[in-house]
């Protein structure tokens, strides 16, 4: 039954979008505007951000988290405001859609907060999609991709997920053909690190011991062929993460964490990103599966994943 002409209907959008781990990440020197440029293999993994967009007649943009998140958010400082990453993204959706409404974003929150794993970015590459559908915008992906690159480096590969490598600020995304299957566990903390934080301290290691690096200009291609493969013993030994050394300074507990994950069974270990997320990869999802129960044992929070899996994907739209 259709609603009576000038009644306002609403219409609800359910998208969600995987988080992250780098498989590889080079950093290279401090540039001038502030930035560091980087080279790095992305791989998303089966840990995903739901975002539920339901227009209202009310003009605006709110954001609410949902109960059935899985983290424990009472002591996560995430704002609701025009400073979330899924807030600004539905602003620019909002900016190029010639039906846009008001709009009300839901997340559930399953990706680690400030964890190196792009849990704001999934939120973000998921509302652009959400959006998108519920204001009928029929932007292409590659048209999305430009936005979400307005966002973040690490939005656009959320909404592209699989494998890619990234370069210049991480958003000079190339997709890599690597669909074989990796299993990792993820051992997630109960605090978060600030990435500026992380990249300053880095900054400072790096000038107290004279080390000079280079502007990366590509990644090791064996990560790459061993992504390709599926060879778990071939990738544990090209695991990079210059970023790991300012994390473990700021965060000495990482260490303990990645010797206890190895000593139990992981092949290789790797903090994600800017941390604290630790990434330890197994050989199979029976180990991973093992792993994770023998970390819990330890009080660690640990989850048995694999990657690549799609990027963000409508789950359900629906007329109210």
């Known amino acids: 039954m259709k609603a009576p002409a000038g009644r306002f209907t609403a219409r609800t959008v359910r998208a969600k979008a995987p988080g992250k781990v780098n498989v590889s990440l080079d950093v290279g020197p401090l540039r001038p505007d502030g930035y560091h440029s980087v080279a790095s293999v992305y791989l998303a993994v089966s840990l995903y951000e739901e975002v539920t967009a339901t227009s209202t007649e009310a003009p605006g943009i709110t954001v609410a988290l949902s109960p059935d998140s899985t983290l424990d958010l009472d002591d996560v400082d995430i ?11 539905a602003a620019i959706m909002a900016d190029v859609s010639e039906h846009a409404t008001g709009v009300h974003l839901e997340i559930t929150k399953r990706v680690p907060v400030a964890g190196g794993m792009g849990g704001g970015s999934a939120d973000a ?5 959400a959006c998108d559908a519920l204001w009928n915008s029929g932007l292409s992906r590659e048209e999305l991709a430009h936005l979400a690159a307005e966002l973040g480096a690490d939005v656009p590969f959320s909404l592209l997920g699989g494998t890619a490598v990234g370069l210049g600020l991480g958003d000079e995304l190339s997709p890599a053909l690597a669909k074989a299957q990796t299993d990792w566990v993820l051992v997630t903390a109960d605090y978060g690190l600030p990435t500026p934080e992380v990249y300053r301290t880095l900054d400072r290691l790096r000038a107290a011991e004279g080390i000079d690096v280079a502007e990366p200009t590509g990644v090791d291609p064996q990560i790459l062929t061993a992504l390709r493969s599926g060879d778990a013993e071939a990738l544990s030994r090209v695991l990079v993460n210059d970023l790991q050394r300012a994390s473990i300074e700021l965060a000495p507990s990482l260490r303990d964490t990645l010797g206890i994950g190895e000593a139990h069974g992981a092949i290789a270990g790797i903090v994600s990103g800017s941390g604290p997320t630790v990434a330890l990869l197994a050989d199979d999802p029976v180990a991973a599966e093992g ?12 989850l048995a ?9 409508i789950m359900s739209d629906i007329l109210l």
């Open 79 to 89: 704002p609701l405001d025009q400073n979330n990453l899924a807030y600004k993204a």
């Open 125 to 129: 590459a998921a509302t652009l999609l």
């Open 291 to 302: 792993l994770a129960e023998n970390l819990r044992r330890y009080g660690l929070t640990a």
């Open 305 to 313: 994943v694999h990657g690549p899996v799609p990027g963000a994907r």
